[in-house]
């Protein structure tokens, strides 16, 4: 099984791109989280979706937006990168249920804006 | 609101044992522990729930303190693979996603 993929592993971006950070899981879950980890601070949650088509913001949304057509995908998109959203960003997912089930995450993608 | 772990840091020799805390300042509904290693991704431990018993597996365990607000992880006769950083994640109620602290750095060594 591969789990939680996210792609790419690495990108670098300059001030004022976009992009956008794919996530894909295979485990059927409904729940699926963006993370940003930020050295010495934990995980910070930008938005997360309890299933396709229902998305909501976390702690830390402002210059992120998300979308969920499907169960398995959920591309998290940056507008106008600015250099403090330099971070390690991780995909999450869990099974329904409420949010006490155990989170599976992806591998994740290091994003440098420079 | 972020939970607050304790030690930030701590340096083990193999053998020895471990004890990392997580408080918070609202009541807790739920606590989840994660280990990351450096340069993966978390990785998930165990879910403690408000009324549950204290969980553990092989040589690491935790239990839940309501009164308290707190959750502590025990790691006995640590392994130099325990070494990472290991954070809590927090839930008030079951309709609310988790918080995370900051992590507690564990570096066992021989």
């Known amino acids: 099984n591969a789990g939680v993929t996210q792609t790419p592993k690495f990108r670098i971006l300059k001030i004022g791109q976009s992009m956008t950070l794919q996530c894909a899981q295979d485990?059927?879950?409904?729940?699926m989280y963006w993370y940003r980890q930020d050295p010495g601070m934990g995980l910070k949650l930008i938005y997360y979706s309890v299933g396709a088509g229902i998305t909501d913001k976390g702690e830390v949304p402002n210059g992120y937006n998300v979308s969920r057509s499907t169960t398995e995908d959920f591309p998290l998109r940056l507008e106008l990168a600015a250099p403090s959203q330099t971070s390690v960003y991780f995909c999450a997912s869990s099974s329904g249920g409420g949010f006490n089930q155990p989170q599976h995450f992806g591998d994740g993608t290091r994003l440098s804006i420079l | 609101q972020q939970p607050v772990q304790s030690p930030q840091a701590v340096i083990l020799r193999e053998g020895e044992d471990a004890v990392i805390n997580c408080s918070s300042s609202k009541a807790l509904y739920s606590v989840h522990w994660y280990r990351q290693k450096h340069g993966e991704a978390p990785v998930f431990l165990m879910i403690l729930l408000k009324g549950g018993e204290q969980k553990g597996h092989d040589k690491i365990s935790a239990s839940f303190n309501e009164k308290k607000q707190q959750s502590s992880l025990y790691l006995t006769a640590s392994q130099l693979s325990y070494s990472g950083t290991y954070f809590c994640?927090?839930?008030?109620?079951?309709?609310?996603?988790?918080?995370f602290g900051k992590g507690t750095r564990l570096s066992v060594i021989a």
């Open positions: 994640g927090t839930g008030n109620s079951g309709n609310t996603p988790l918080v």
């Open positions: 485990m059927n879950h409904n729940y």
